[in-house]
């Protein structure tokens, strides 16, 4: 039903201001945290993440049909390398890659239409190109997603210890736990685990890593004393004997330490379980939504339950998904829209929001009220299915019809079309409505989309004293870490949940013991 009226549906209109009450919006941030908080100008600084995926079709799926938009070429290394010159360019802060295993198959039950409109499929491992890209630029830093769900934790302490060395000190995780059927089937599984369960196990094995990148090598153990054919001290690398519910691990840390040691830390997901680990673990948030009222009171509960464990609210910065198309004029962007919408391929949207909420959207009437009861599937993204089932000022009822005309084009979170002033004073609205710090910018083709934000976008957002200039060349570049929280944070902050596990704090847990072992 929905698939034979989806091209008729596309229809994605100008961006209107809303009139959501804001709360607590104009509270300045702690003291300690306001250096990087603030630009020096009062102003709250404004972060903005390119949003990318090693895939045909991302957010927009369809574009590459379109001539100016090069998605298909991405399996060249031309394409990253390319792109990283003109993020470094324009300031971007990092790129922001998205990852997955497996099709999307809750749309009429088959993963077909997930491979015929290339919604995100084929898709290839986002690591390969970083060392590339670094080697290019100079202060553009890059966030990779990786699951805890499929490979062993020192497996990955490895790969991004090198990836922090190759890129002195620019990379970023983002964390995810996975929820996919047949990402989980692939690696012999046949369901995924349970959804709480998922966290509790990425809550280990987080603690794994810590102790990998953090406890297992004295800052000093890499000593080189030519005179005694010494280049480290075993002495001083220590080694992991993890003994917990979910994983066991009897090692030392094969790489040394690289200039963050831990990554900067990325999570994404908003639900209760997922706030939890954010709290906990995250330096910062990736969330999405089609209105600032919906998120606003999940990301004040996130900075409620990081200040109950100990740590400044502040320093958690929460990026929203943003799509936009950008002209000079706001009469040349809608023109741009109207372009883009022959190319879009709606089923190829509906594919992704099915898959994402566990809805089949090609069954449900098309102007039915979508409901959470609609979602049949156990094994969805919780936080988005949350997103397409509240109401809100801009979207007082969700129907097939209506995701029908977001799916294509953006996708996950809101689409602004306009000039860049129309565009800069959409993203300053969200800055204060929803309380986020930045923008995951997403794509409708590529690199068009970007080198909007670039030539037109960030120069007005610089015009408005919210983005930084660009820094100077006869600086030695900055980490990832200290790019969120200042000139000589490489590491962990004090009040994070990981800078227990530094070296000279480090104790080792006792083993873990079930229920019946500890009654016995």
């Not at 090069?70 to 300031?91: F, H, V």
């Not at 809550?203 to 153990?221: G, H, I, Q």
């Not at 706001?330 to 566990?358: N, P, R």
Request: with cysteine; glycine share 6%; net charge negative.
């Amino acid at each position: 039903m929905l698939a034979q009226a989806a091209t008729t549906l596309l229809h994605i209109p100008l961006f209107h201001k809303s009139q959501v009450r804001m709360s607590n919006t104009n509270q300045q941030p702690p003291a300690p945290n306001r250096a990087h908080h603030e630009l020096g100008n009062g102003k709250k600084h404004i972060l903005i993440n390119a949003f990318d995926m090693s895939t045909v079709g991302h957010l927009s799926p369809g574009q590459w049909k379109n001539p100016v938009d090069k998605s298909a070429t991405k399996r060249r290394l031309d394409y990253w390398i390319e792109l990283a010159k003109l993020l470094e360019r324009g300031g971007v802060n990092a790129l922001f890659l998205a990852d997955t295993y497996g099709g999307y198959d809750t749309y009429e039950g088959s993963v077909d239409n997930c491979i015929r409109r290339a919604a995100q499929w084929p898709i290839t491992d986002p690591t390969i190109p970083i060392s590339a890209m670094a080697a290019v630029t100079k202060n553009l830093s890059f966030a990779i997603t990786a699951s805890t769900s499929f490979e062993p934790p020192y497996l990955l302490a490895k790969r991004f210890s090198t990836l922090d060395h190759f890129t002195q000190g620019r990379i970023g995780w983002n964390i995810v736990t996975s929820w996919k059927k047949s990402a989980f089937k692939a690696i012999g599984l046949d369901n995924p685990i349970e959804h709480d369960e998922r966290y509790r196990q990425a809550d280990e094995y987080l603690r794994v890593l810590y102790k990998l990148w953090e406890s297992s090598w004295s800052p000093t153990a890499l000593s080189p004393d030519p005179d005694n054919d010494s280049y480290v001290d075993p002495a001083q690398v220590r080694t992991i004997n993890h003994k917990g519910k979910y994983f066991s691990l009897d090692a030392k840390h094969i790489v040394d330490p690289s200039p963050q040691r831990t990554p900067f830390l990325f999570q994404a997901g908003t639900s209760s379980a997922g706030s939890d680990f954010a709290a906990t673990h995250a330096e910062a948030i990736f969330v999405s939504g089609h209105s600032p009222s919906v998120l606003r009171p999940k990301i004040d509960a996130i900075r409620a339950l990081a200040a109950q464990k100990g740590r400044d609210p502040r320093s958690i910065k929460v990026f929203a998904t943003f799509t936009p198309i950008v002209a000079d004029t706001d009469e040349l962007a809608q023109e741009k829209l109207k372009e883009l919408k022959k190319y879009a391929s709606t089923i190829g949207g509906l594919v992704l929001v099915s898959g994402w909420t566990g809805i089949d959207l090609s069954k449900l009437p098309l102007d039915k009220e979508i409901s959470k009861e609609d979602s049949v599937e156990a094994h969805k993204v919780t936080s988005i299915l949350d997103n397409f089932t509240t109401a809100s000022t801009e979207h007082p009822r969700w129907t097939p019809r209506l995701v029908a005309e977001h799916a294509a084009i953006g996708g996950l979170g809101p689409v602004s079309v306009g000039s860049p002033q129309t565009v800069a004073d959409e993203l300053e609205r969200w800055v204060k409505e929803a309380d986020v710090d930045g923008f995951n910018i997403g794509y409708v083709t590529t690199p068009g989309t970007f080198e909007e934000v670039v030539d037109l976008l960030i120069p007005e957002l610089r015009r408005r004293g919210v983005y930084p200039e660009p820094p100077d060349p006869s600086e030695e570049p900055v980490t990832a870490r200290e790019k969120i929280y200042g000139k000589g944070q490489n590491g962990l902050r004090d009040d994070h949940e990981g800078s227990r596990y530094k070296y000279h704090l480090y104790q080792e847990d006792p083993p873990y013991k079930s229920e019946e072992e500890g009654q016995t």
